[in-house]
């Protein structure tokens, strides 16, 4: 049995692994890049196929996913007051438009208002 008389310094060695970041490193680089996480979920009971769930899920800050054409959170009524309004107005015009067209069809036709 050999005895070893000088102790190991594991302060002087290096470590071996990758660089660590922070936390914040890491987010900072998943939000500028993105990512995309994919899956499907199938359920078969004897070959045959009782339901498919696809996910897909794209996380990035908004310029980057803007910059891949995503935006749907602007045009959503549920998300965005301006979108809100914008389908208010829309709605708003429409009516109009079917009174108007009403109201014509009731002009010309003053028999069917007196009775």
């Given at each position: 049995?050999?005895?070893?008389?000088?102790?190991?310094?594991?302060?002087a060695t290096e470590?071996?692994?990758?660089?660590?970041g922070s936390?914040?490193?890491?987010?900072?680089?998943v939000l500028d890049k993105?990512?995309?996480?994919?899956?499907?979920?199938k359920i078969?009971?004897?070959?045959?196929?009782?339901l498919t769930i696809r996910l897909?899920?794209?996380?990035a800050s908004?310029?980057?996913?803007?910059?891949?054409?995503i935006d749907w959170w602007e045009t959503d009524p549920a998300l965005s007051s301006r979108a809100a309004r914008d389908?208010?107005?829309?709605?708003?015009?429409?009516?109009?438009?079917?009174?108007e067209a009403l109201e014509e069809s009731v002009a010309e036709t003053p028999e069917a208002v007196g009775e």
């Open positions: 049995m050999t005895t070893v008389d000088t102790p190991y310094d594991f302060a470590p071996c692994g990758p660089p660590s936390l914040a490193d890491l987010l900072e680089r993105g990512i995309v996480i994919a899956g499907d979920i078969d009971l004897l070959d045959i196929e009782l897909r899920l794209f996380i908004v310029d980057t996913a803007k910059k891949a054409g389908a208010l107005a829309e709605e708003n015009a429409r009516l109009r438009a079917r009174l």
